[in-house]
């Protein structure tokens, strides 16, 4: 691991907060004990703490002069009979991190005191940590000031724009993920249950990522049929795969925890009915073209834009809707019934990264479908973003819609729907692309096109049994 990935990031990051002034104070993810007994819950380590100091040790602190750009990290080593149950890594080990200085947290006061002796009496934190615990555990007196109205933010606009080294370890993620997706779609048979899918697509992401990838980037979502219509749908162990259906598996892994984040719908007897390969070619012409506008200057509302009029378009060919513009279904807000979500979200440490949205900037759009969108921003080189279009079929999501509505309901053929297309569920199809100074750059690979699906599948009915 190539540490000075995290100094590349503070070199960045200073030129957001630097205008903070005085000291930042940064305090990483507390230990976790379940109630009641000693076990340890794992840690995923706070993301701006980490992004800062590549540090994945809970109880560590970060102490930052931005003026002077001067770092101090701080480690909780655990105690000396610890080495009895677990491995113990000595504190010369932890200067593996780049900082100024390394010390015990026990000095935390002194040296938060020293910076104060020096002038210092402005302190930042994030908006997620409690002033009162920043005051106790660094012995701050009341004429320090202790603000967290602005450190998140920055640090959130700073994290939109990834450097050299966060790409790479992105790349790293995309691709082992990609192969976890790939494996997994290969050894689906129509006896498995969703967990069943889940379990295999865990044994690949841990086997291909090892200990870098200890953590999923979310719980995977696996559904069958009509259950794929559900946005969020997790794993069920009592209902069997079907040949006649399809089965969405959103899911991504981690490295060095940064997340990619795919997802396929895939047939499950490898071979797409008329049904499902329409509604499939509707939603991968839907993403091919929105990868397609992913440049530098592009707001990401006009791609979700172009993502709904090609659907509206698609369905209009079908004559599952009748209005007479792909124009109209999108101001009627029928398009909005069939892709409810948002096209894609930043990307990074967190899935659903930070800097969605600008202060200043365009405000979050309040129609329907629009409205979910989670990023609409400019463009701009260094941004890792999601293209993710879909069409569901949810009866929860239609059904209330035309009963309200007697117009929507004139512009839909609710027969067809609900006699062929409420069983086909949903598709959606997600890739992570790298925005570049000359266009972009996809990150993940795993097939897409129905007749590459259907050979890869193909190939998998050669291998043995999974379990």
Not at 155 to 160: H, K, M, N, Q, S
Not at 195 to 218: N, Q, R, S, V
Not at 264 to 284: C, D, M, N, Q, W
């Given at each position: 691991m190539n540490y000075s990935i995290f100094a590349e990031?503070?070199?960045?990051?200073?030129?957001?907060?630097?205008?903070?002034?005085?000291?930042?104070?940064?305090?990483?993810?507390?230990?976790?004990?379940?109630?009641?007994?000693?076990?340890?819950?794992?840690?995923?380590?706070?993301?701006?703490?980490?992004?800062?100091?590549?540090?994945?040790?809970?109880?560590?602190?970060?102490?930052w002069d931005v003026e002077e750009d001067v770092t101090h990290l701080f480690f909780d080593l655990?105690?000396?009979?610890?080495?009895?149950?677990?491995?113990?890594?000595?504190?010369e080990s932890k200067k593996r991190y780049p900082a100024n200085f390394h010390h015990k947290v026990e000095e935390l006061p002194n040296v938060v005191a020293q910076f104060i002796s020096k002038g210092i009496s402005k302190v930042h934190i994030l908006e997620i940590t409690s002033e009162s615990v920043i005051r106790e555990c660094c012995k701050l007196p009341e004429t320090v000031s202790v603000s967290n109205k602005d450190l998140q933010y920055l640090l959130g606009e700073a994290r939109v724009i990834k450097t050299p080294g966060e790409i790479e370890l992105m790349r790293m993620s995309a691709k082992h993920s990609s192969e976890a997706h790939i494996q997994t779609m290969k050894h689906v048979r129509d006896d498995m249950t969703e967990t069943d899918i889940e379990a295999i697509w865990y044994y690949y992401m841990h086997k291909l990522a090892g200990t870098d990838g200890k953590f999923h980037a979310f719980l995977p979502i696996v559904s069958f049929g009509s259950d794929a219509a559900v946005l969020h749908h997790y794993a069920e162990d009592n209902v069997k795969a079907q040949p006649d259906q399809m089965c969405l598996l959103d899911a991504g892994s981690t490295y060095k925890f940064y997340a990619a984040d795919i997802t396929r719908t895939f047939p499950i007897s490898g071979k797409f009915a008329p049904k499902h390969r329409f509604i499939y070619e509707t939603v991968l012409e839907m993403q091919l073209a929105c990868i397609d506008m992913v440049k530098a200057g592009v707001m990401m509302i006009d791609i979700h834009e172009k993502a709904l009029t090609i659907l509206a378009e698609r369905l209009m060919k079908e004559g599952i809707i009748k209005t007479s513009s792909a124009k109209e279904a999108i101001e009627k807000n029928i398009a909005a019934l069939f892709m409810p979500h948002g096209l894609g979200h930043q990307l990074g440490i967190d899935t659903h990264d930070v800097g969605g949205y600008v202060r200043g900037g365009p405000v979050r759009d309040t129609r329907p479908s629009f409205m979910k969108l989670r990023t609409n921003r400019v463009l701009q080189p260094g941004m890792v973003i999601t293209i993710e279009p879909g069409c569901y079929f949810n009866p929860n999501i239609i059904e209330p819609a035309v009963a309200s509505n007697p117009e929507m309901a004139s512009l839909i053929d609710m027969e067809k729907i609900r006699g062929t297309y409420y069983a086909v569920g949903g598709v959606r199809i997600e890739d992570d692309v790298l925005v570049t100074p000359d266009g972009h750059d996809v990150l993940t690979c795993v097939p897409k096109n129905p007749d590459d699906i259907e050979k890869l599948m193909a190939e998998g009915q050669k291998l043995p049994p999974w379990m």
């Amino acid at each position: 691991m190539n540490y000075s990935i995290f100094a590349e990031n503070r070199k960045h990051a200073l030129n957001y907060v630097k205008s903070l002034g005085g000291l930042l104070i940064l305090k990483g993810h507390p230990e976790m004990v379940r109630p009641g007994t000693d076990y340890e819950h794992p840690i995923f380590q706070e993301s701006n703490f980490y992004y800062l100091t590549g540090v994945p040790d809970e109880n560590s602190w970060l102490v930052w002069d931005v003026e002077e750009d001067v770092t101090h990290l701080f480690f909780d080593l655990p105690p000396e009979d610890a080495k009895t149950w677990m491995k113990v890594e000595s504190f010369e080990s932890k200067k593996r991190y780049p900082a100024n200085f390394h010390h015990k947290v026990e000095e935390l006061p002194n040296v938060v005191a020293q910076f104060i002796s020096k002038g210092i009496s402005k302190v930042h934190i994030l908006e997620i940590t409690s002033e009162s615990v920043i005051r106790e555990c660094c012995k701050l007196p009341e004429t320090v000031s202790v603000s967290n109205k602005d450190l998140q933010y920055l640090l959130g606009e700073a994290r939109v724009i990834k450097t050299p080294g966060e790409i790479e370890l992105m790349r790293m993620s995309a691709k082992h993920s990609s192969e976890a997706h790939i494996q997994t779609m290969k050894h689906v048979r129509d006896d498995m249950t969703e967990t069943d899918i889940e379990a295999i697509w865990y044994y690949y992401m841990h086997k291909l990522a090892g200990t870098d990838g200890k953590f999923h980037a979310f719980l995977p979502i696996v559904s069958f049929g009509s259950d794929a219509a559900v946005l969020h749908h997790y794993a069920e162990d009592n209902v069997k795969a079907q040949p006649d259906q399809m089965c969405l598996l959103d899911a991504g892994s981690t490295y060095k925890f940064y997340a990619a984040d795919i997802t396929r719908t895939f047939p499950i007897s490898g071979k797409f009915a008329p049904k499902h390969r329409f509604i499939y070619e509707t939603v991968l012409e839907m993403q091919l073209a929105c990868i397609d506008m992913v440049k530098a200057g592009v707001m990401m509302i006009d791609i979700h834009e172009k993502a709904l009029t090609i659907l509206a378009e698609r369905l209009m060919k079908e004559g599952i809707i009748k209005t007479s513009s792909a124009k109209e279904a999108i101001e009627k807000n029928i398009a909005a019934l069939f892709m409810p979500h948002g096209l894609g979200h930043q990307l990074g440490i967190d899935t659903h990264d930070v800097g969605g949205y600008v202060r200043g900037g365009p405000v979050r759009d309040t129609r329907p479908s629009f409205m979910k969108l989670r990023t609409n921003r400019v463009l701009q080189p260094g941004m890792v973003i999601t293209i993710e279009p879909g069409c569901y079929f949810n009866p929860n999501i239609i059904e209330p819609a035309v009963a309200s509505n007697p117009e929507m309901a004139s512009l839909i053929d609710m027969e067809k729907i609900r006699g062929t297309y409420y069983a086909v569920g949903g598709v959606r199809i997600e890739d992570d692309v790298l925005v570049t100074p000359d266009g972009h750059d996809v990150l993940t690979c795993v097939p897409k096109n129905p007749d590459d699906i259907e050979k890869l599948m193909a190939e998998g009915q050669k291998l043995p049994p999974w379990m």
